[in-house]
């Protein structure tokens, strides 16, 4: 069955980096897009960007362009998102979510993982 | 601001039907087949509910139903069940840089 494991909840300094894993099993994991989404506290989710695991290529969406980058090891079935320069508003559950093939919808999500930003 | 339009909330008694509508432009849900809505109950990840606006996954209730017309997509529940008590949000294509847009959500209630 399709898994996406994320890694564990991370507590970070405002102006620091975090980087959030995403481990794929049960499928081909070169052969679908990853998307990555967050969803602050009390609020809506808010689409970051995407990777191709097979040609590692992105798109970041406007308001991440600069601060976000997406990358992946085909090796270890892994996805990463690397956000930095964080600030308290950065503070929010990151999502994986393997697309379904040639579309935009995502047909398994990761559990989350929590990234509190604070002094 | 999201850049797709839904109602906050919406409620129904149980076996009622309830529709949440989600009103972009012609630039993502009037423009592309990719509209897709997804289910998030309190703390958990969401689940897709229809992909394409009209496309149910494999294992998803034939009670969850989507359309659109126009910059409007619509989701419809049919036969209101207290587990349908949920988070709704739409999502579609965009062909803005930022490729994914997403709704506001919408709270259900089941009175």
Known sequence: QVQLVQSGAEVKKPGASVKVSCKASGYT???YYMHWVRQAP?????????????????????????????????S????????????????????????????????????GTLVTVSS | QSALTQPASVSGSPGQSITIS?????????????????????????????????NRPSGVSNRFSGS????????????LQAEDEADYYCSSYTSSTTLV?????TKLTVL
């Not at chain 1, 191709?52 to 976000?68: E, L």
């Open chain 1, 29 to 31: 994991f070169i052969g």
């Open chain 2, 22 to 54: 989600c009103t972009g432009t012609s630039s993502d849900v009037g423009g592309y087949k990719y509209v897709s809505w997804y289910q998030q109950h309190p703390g958990k990840a969401p689940k897709l509910m229809i992909y394409d606006v009209s």
């Open chain 2, 101 to 105: 847009v997403f709704g506001g959500g």
């Open chain 1, 76 to 111: 270890i079935s892994t996805a990463y998102m690397e956000l930095s320069r964080l600030r308290s508003d950065d503070t929010a559950v990151y999502y994986c979510a393997k697309v379904l093939y040639g579309d935009y919808g995502g047909d398994y999500w990761g559990q």
């Open chain 2, 68 to 79: 659109k017309s126009g910059n409007t997509a619509s989701l419809t529940i049919s036969g």
């Open chain 1, 42 to 74: 009390g609020q809506g989710l808010e689409w970051m960007g995407q990777i191709n695991p097979n040609s590692g290529g992105t798109n970041y969406a406007q308001k991440f362009q600069g601060r976000v980058t997406m990358t992946r090891d085909t």
